[in-house]
């Protein structure tokens, strides 16, 4: 009798043991489905589009301009080239962020993509990009204004777009753009500003 209670006791013990495992696996498979799930959350509303670049080389072995690729489902469906603002070494190009895709410039709720074409420091700093609007259809539309803007800056609560230069020796301007229905930038606003105040 004394043998056959150990016995149940022994089953018992084991049965717990297992159902105790059971559940602690059951709690780390959903806790990696929690982590899986959140990655995939942050992934871009359109992970089946993505874009690379390649830097070209000139004759003094600089790079002089960049071609741009896009590829949906692992197949290129657009590609552009443009040349450079200056030669940028090696050195230099490795610690450059070349595309930007997931700003919205034209406030269409779609990432776009911006690419830059380098910055030119004589007397201030203007950065340069080209830009291309892309729909949810992933249909591409370069805009050729965007080239023209120093410095650009995108303000999504305004739905505006301004650029900054120095204008003179003391006085920096703002030019402010807006969006047209035909996907075209129109200005709408210049203001000047000093650079430093006078005594």
Not at 75 to 102: M, N, P, R
Not at 191 to 198: A, G, H
């Amino acid at each position: 009798m004394k043998n056959s209670y150990l016995f149940i006791t022994a089953l018992l013990m084991l049965s717990a043991c297992g159902n105790n495992q059971q559940k602690q696996e059951q709690t780390d498979t959903t806790n990696t489905t929690m982590v899986v799930s959140t990655a995939s959350e942050t992934q871009p509303a359109t992970p089946d589009y993505r874009f690379e670049y390649q830097l070209v080389k000139g004759d003094d072995g600089d790079y002089q301009s960049i071609i741009v690729k896009g590829y949906e489902d692992q197949k290129c469906t657009f590609q552009c080239s443009h040349d450079l603002v200056a030669s940028v070494s090696e050195e230099s190009a490795a610690d450059t962020q070349w595309i930007i895709d997931t700003e919205d410039i034209n406030f269409d709720g779609q990432p776009d993509l911006q690419i830059f074409l380098w910055h030119t420091a004589v007397g201030q700093v203007i950065k340069s990009y080209a830009a291309y609007t892309i729909t949810p259809q992933h249909q591409i539309e370069e805009v050729k204004q965007w080239a023209d803007l120093c410095n650009p800056e995108i303000h999504p609560d305004t739905r505006t777009i301004t650029a900054n230069y120095r204008s003179d020796i003391n006085e920096r301007t703002y030019d402010t753009y807006q969006w047209t229905p035909d996907n075209t930038l129109e200005l709408i606003d210049t203001r000047t500003e000093p650079l430093f105040e006078e005594e």
